[in-house]
Structures are given as structure tokens and as C-alpha cells.
């Protein structure tokens, strides 16, 4: 998923009164990148935005439009979380889910080389 984020950006750095060099020295980009970043002209992956949030010490939430929110409600349990997007939600599974549906597909796969049957939910 990419994002659009300049307005954020430019609003940031405008708080803490740094240049645009500045800025793009703290997050390790080339200033070119930073700048088509601030004019909206290029996006940037969800995992990359990550990043910039840690480097400027701020929840990533700040970095996110409006209609973007991650949740975690899930972590404490292992299953992850996820993000929501408008109406819309990509699920992040934690460990213990990625290990079940690994092995839901490992069954699937013996199942299919047996030209099994339908599997046990």
C-alpha cells in the first residue's frame, strides 16, 4: 500500500522549522525524493512510513490521512492486527496465525497429492 503524505510532511517539518535538506538528512532520503514526497508527486509504501515515523519520534498515526488508521488490537493475543482504510481492512497476522494457516495449507496440499477430501474446518 502507498501514501501520499506531503501535506503531513511539509506540516512537520514546517513545526520544527527545518529545511527540506534537513529533513531528508534525518530520514536517510535524498533530498530529491524528500521534495517530490512534500509536492505529493510521489508515494510511499506503508512500511517505509514506518520508518520516517521512528527517525522523527512521532506515532505513525500522525503521518497517516485521516481515513487510515492501524490497529493492534490483537497483538497481546498473537494474531496481529491490521490496518483500515475508508471501509476497508488488511489484516496483519501474528505469528501463531501465520503457523496454523501454514499448516492448514500443508494438510490442503497432502490432501490434494491423496486426491483427498474435503477438509475439516
Same mark, same amino acid.
Given at each position: 500500500?502507498k501514501l501520499r503524505?506531503? =501535506?503531513?510532511? &511539509? ?20 533530498? %530529491?525524493?524528500? %521534495? ?27 503521518? &497517516?490521512?485521516? =481515513?487510515?488508521?492501524? =490497529? ?5 493475543? /498473537?494474531? /496481529?492486527?491490521?490496518?483500515?482504510? /475508508? ?22 496440499? %497432502?490432501?490434494?497429492?491423496? /486426491? ?6
Open positions: 500500500m503524505v506531503g =501535506t503531513k510532511m &511539509l506540516s512537520i517539518r514546517e513545526d520544527r522549522r527545518l529545511s527540506q535538506a534537513d529533513l531528508a538528512d534525518i530520514l536517510g532520503i535524498p533530498l %530529491s525524493t524528500y %521534495s517530490r514526497i512534500e509536492r505529493n508527486e510521489s508515494s510511499i509504501e506503508l512500511e517505509k512510513l514506518v520508518g520516517f515515523a521512528d527517525k522523527l519520534n512521532i506515532p505513525i498515526q500522525e503521518l &497517516l490521512p485521516e =481515513t487510515l488508521s492501524i =490497529t493492534n488490537n490483537h497483538h497481546s493475543s /498473537g494474531q /496481529g492486527g491490521g490496518v483500515i482504510f /475508508g471501509n476497508l481492512y488488511f489484516n496483519f497476522y501474528g505469528s501463531d496465525e501465520i503457523a496454523r494457516l501454514k499448516e492448514k495449507i500443508a494438510d490442503l496440499e %497432502s490432501r490434494l497429492e491423496k /486426491g483427498g477430501s474435503e477438509p475439516n474446518s
